[in-house]
Nanobody, 126 residues
């Protein structure tokens, strides 16, 4: 059964960096749009970043622009989220997502992504 497995979360001080990664396994995924969502305690889950199937276009929520970078290795079915200049408000559980339909587009709607990872916790201390 196909699944996504995240890694790279942890505890870091404000201003620090973390690099999340997520690998899809269990079936063959050709180039697919992938992304990241996050959910802080007591808050709704929100879109963070996404990258299209051909790695030519990306999208970020305004609060992480200039600090986070999403990238993807299609040969490895792996997506990365490099997070720099982390802030306390970035504390959340981060979820990797994948759109298995293989279309050219990608977006911020949770419903566009049919595979989800189990999440990895990112905690930023002041």
């Amino acid at each position: 059964q196909a699944r996504l497995v995240e890694s790279g979360g942890g505890l870091v001080q404000s201003g620090g960096s973390l690099n999340l990664s997520c690998t899809a396994s269990g079936r063959t995924f050709n180039s697919n749009a992938m992304g990241w969502f996050r959910q802080a305690s007591g808050k709704e889950r929100e879109f963070v970043a996404a990258i299209d199937r051909s790695n030519t276009d990306t999208d970020y929520i305004d609060s992480v622009k200039g600090r986070f970078t999403i990238s993807k290795n299609n040969a490895k079915s792996t997506v990365y989220l490099q997070m720099n200049s982390l802030k306390v408000e970035d504390t959340a559980k981060y979820y990797c997502v994948l759109d298995s339909h293989g279309g050219p587009g990608f977006g911020r709607d949770e419903l566009e992504y049919d595979y989800w990872g189990q999440g990895t916790q990112v905690t930023v201390s002041s």
